[in-house]
């Protein structure tokens, strides 16, 4: 059975960093399209970063773009989410997810075939 495991989530000051990791099982993880999710009470989760598993290309969300940077380690199966200038707005349950199909990055949550048990980032003003 795949698992991910994220950690690294915390409360930090509004301008502050955070970084998510999330490590994953699975021998083929090199193979797999990673993405990161959140989720706020009352939405649906929502696509923040992808990142290929061909040519490690990547995809941001418009409101995290220049802030966040998604990276990946494939001799350590992890990936891993650097949130720079935090504001109260990205407070949030973070997701890793995974995809296994063999393809481009997707932004639907119904694409993805694994996910972690999400990790709290809450950013006070």
């Known amino acids: 059975q795949e698992q991910l495991v994220e950690s690294g989530g915390g409360l930090v000051q509004a301008g502050g960093s955070l970084r998510l990791s999330c490590a994953a099982s699975?021998?083929?993880?090199?193979?797999?399209?990673m993405a990161w999710f959140r989720r706020t009470p009352g939405k649906e989760r929502e696509f923040v970063a992808g990142?290929?598993?061909?040519?490690?290309?990547?995809i941001y969300e418009d409101s995290v773009k220049g802030r966040f940077t998604i990276s990946r380690d494939n001799a350590r199966n992890t990936v891993a989410l650097q949130m720079n200038s935090l504001k109260p707005e990205d407070t949030a349950v973070y997701y890793c997810?995974?995809?296994?199909?063999?393809?481009?990055?997707?932004?639907?949550?119904?694409?993805?075939?694994?996910w972690g048990q999400g990790t709290q980032v809450t950013v006070s003003s």
């Open positions: 997810a995974a995809r296994v199909i063999l393809g481009e990055i997707r932004y639907n949550e119904k694409d993805y075939d694994y």
């Open positions: 699975g021998r083929t993880f090199d193979r797999w399209t």
């Open positions: 990142i290929d598993w061909r040519d490690l290309s990547t």
